[in-house]
C-alpha cells in the first residue's frame, strides 16, 4: 500500500496503521509544495536527458515518501523549532551511523528508511536557519 493509500484510509477512518486523519491530510496537502519545487526544479532541468530526468525525479519522490513516512511516524515528538541546531547537528551524527550500519548489514527498505532519517534532520537544519534560528 503506498503512502497516499495509507493517508487515504486514515483519512476515511478517522486513523490508520499509526496515522492519524489530521497527520495524513497534512501529508497529502504537502503535494503542492512539491509541485511547486518541481516547476522550478524543471527549469533547472533543461537539457538533461529524459532518461536521466526520470531517473532523478523518481528517485527525488521515493525520498520524499519516505521522509513524509518518518515525519508522520515522528508527530508525537518535539518540533524542531524548538531544538538547538547544535542538538539536530548530533541527531544528524548519529543517523548518518544508523545509515552506515543499514548499509553494511540492512535490508534496502531500512536502508532507504535511515536515508530518510538524514534528509529530515537536513531539512530541519536548513529549515532552522532560514527561520533564523539558532
Not at 476515511?12 to 497527520?23: F, H, L, P, T, V
Amino acid at each position: 500500500m503506498t503512502n497516499r493509500e495509507k493517508c487515504e484510509k486514515a483519512i476515511k477512518e478517522g486513523s490508520y496503521d499509526g496515522i492519524s486523519a489530521y497527520n495524513a491530510q497534512l501529508w497529502l496537502n504537502n503535494h503542492p509544495i512539491l509541485t511547486m519545487y518541481k516547476s522550478s526544479y524543471d527549469k533547472q532541468m533543461k537539457g538533461v536527458s529524459i532518461t536521466r530526468k526520470t531517473l532523478i525525479d523518481s528517485d527525488i519522490q521515493t525520498l520524499v515518501d519516505v521522509m513524509m513516512e518518518k515525519l508522520v511516524e515522528n508527530d508525537h515528538k518535539i518540533s524542531w523549532d524548538d531544538i538547538p541546531n547544535r542538538e539536530l547537528f548530533r541527531l544528524l551524527g548519529e543517523e548518518v551511523s544508523e545509515l552506515a550500519d543499514a548499509i553494511l548489514h540492512g535490508t534496502p527498505r531500512e536502508i532507504m528508511r535511515e536515508c530518510a532519517d538524514v534528509s529530515n534532520l537536513a531539512m530541519m537544519l536548513a529549515g532552522n536557519s532560514k527561520r533564523g534560528l539558532k
